[in-house]
């Protein structure tokens, strides 16, 4: 490279992170947010699908909050830890949960945590996943009825990594076991990262999980996808059948959303929905997304909280009959 064009590009360089930094400072200028970074916190271990999923998150929001971005990994509880901890964080916008429907939805309905649904205010939706059930090539079950059938023969002796109690392998598990009328064991290992690295290990048989965790290794040939907890195939592994499809009524989406304290004023929701937003439509963004195998079906601020109530009745009628 001749200097002259080395020139060129070190100030195309400088000007762009110029660019950077002016957009960053314009919106820290106008924003109601904490002049603070605001910690990111995930309510599981690291290697799942949030944690995968935050870390794209905080390194390119500073972007578009005008904060920078720090990632929390607060794994404890089945997520009931870190759900705590930013349920009584000061309700500013400085501390976020990266929720779910297990969390903010279904477990404080059913079980007696430090929390309540009411702790929380929808921010935004970032995307949902289905489960893909997988297991690994020297099982002597490779399809999701070989699976079943195994199961029936072999009461109790099946065992499958799963995450926590009413967590979504968890869930997903159970609705397979009620509708094909068959007992399986699951060992709680409290996420994604924990429960693949267990069944690669010889240690389970069987687990379900978001494509972001099983992709690499379905691609790698050292786990089979047996099927997925949608209505309809997966774009990135068109393979893998539904779970309906095998005969198995299992259909389970999982969201991933940020979610603010209780109190939290409104003009900083806004604020924090606007920015998420605009971020799921970079180019950057979208790319690493894709990398793990996973898209974007963005919900702001408004739309989620309809979604998430209605979501949140739903789950109550279903296991308490209310």
């Not at 901890?85 to 976020?96: I, K």
């Amino acid at each position: 490279m001749t200097p002259k064009v080395l020139s060129l590009t070190l100030l195309s360089a400088s000007l762009a992170a110029a660019g950077l930094s002016a957009a960053s400072t314009a919106l820290a200028d106008e924003s109601h947010l904490p002049d603070e970074p605001i910690r990111f916190v995930t309510p599981y271990p690291a290697g799942g699908s949030h944690s995968l999923h935050a870390g794209i998150i905080t390194a390119v929001g500073e972007e578009f909050l005008g904060r920078p971005l720090i990632s929390v990994i607060r794994g404890g509880g089945g997520g009931a830890v870190a759900a705590a901890e930013v349920a009584g964080s000061t309700p500013d916008g400085s501390m976020l949960l990266f929720g779910d429907p297990t969390i903010n939805s279904l477990r404080p309905q059913v079980e007696d945590l430090p929390y309540a649904m009411e702790d929380f205010v929808p921010v935004a939706r970032i995307n949902y996943s289905a489960a893909i059930f997988v297991t690994t090539p020297d099982q002597p079950f490779q399809t999701i009825g070989e699976l079943v059938e195994y199961a029936a023969d072999n009461p109790d002796d099946l065992v499958y990594s799963s995450d926590n109690r009413n967590g979504w392998t968890y869930t997903v598990f159970e609705m397979l076991k009620s509708t094909a009328d068959v007992e399986m064991r699951g060992v709680e290992l409290g996420g994604g990262g924990p429960a693949v690295t267990q069944l690669l290990g010889g240690n389970t048989m069987a687990y379900a999980g978001d494509a972001s965790v099983v992709g690499e290794h379905l691609e790698a040939g050292t786990l089979t996808g047996l099927c997925v907890t949608d209505i309809e195939r997966s774009d990135a592994y068109p393979e893998i059948p539904t779970c309906q499809e095998e005969g198995y009524d299992v259909v389970f989406q999982f969201w991933r959303g940020v979610m603010a304290p209780a109190g939290t004023p409104d003009e900083v929701i806004a604020e924090l929905s606007d920015g998420f937003e605009r971020m799921t439509q970079s180019e950057g963004f979208l790319r690493l997304i894709s990398q793990i195998g996973s898209g974007i079906q963005f919900q702001g601020h408004e739309e989620f909280a309809e979604s998430l109530a209605a979501e949140q009745a739903a789950l109550r009628e279903a296991y308490l009959g209310e």
